[in-house]
Nanobody, 124 residues
């Protein structure tokens, strides 16, 4: 069992930055690939970024590429999402998730554990 707790959400202006954190407890953190997803009101949950177990491989959605960066610190059992150049369309609840897949994955169903989410609101 893995427990995930996100933090760092809030209100930002367009063009601003936020850094989300996701702290994990339970089974060994470095045995999981980690991902960030988001869900805006009335929309389906969508992939944002993913990172491999050792942090050596990352993938990002085209909509956030070059603006958002995923990273992890296995010594701290934490995964991060640095969000720069924020846009109003980035407004959503952001979720971190853990996957037992060997490689980082964009597929929602590949993730075994989910956090409760943190709200990000970007004003224009």
């Amino acid at each position: 069992q893995v427990q995930l707790v996100e933090s760092g959400g809030g209100l930002a202006q367009a063009g601003g930055s936020l850094r989300l954190s996701c702290a994990a407890s339970g089974r060994t953190f470095n045995t999981y690939a980690m991902g960030w997803f988001r869900q805006a009101p009335g929309k389906e949950r969508e992939f944002v970024a993913a990172i491999s177990r050792n942090g050596g491989n990352t993938y990002s959605a085209a909509s956030v590429k070059d603006r958002f960066t995923i990273s992890r610190d296995n010594a701290r059992n934490t995964v991060y999402l640095q969000m720069n150049s924020l846009k109003p369309e980035d407004t959503a609840v952001y979720y971190c998730a853990a996957s037992s897949a060997i490689l980082p994955t964009m597929i929602l169903g590949d993730y075994n554990y989910w956090g409760q989410g943190t709200q990000v609101t970007v004003s224009s």
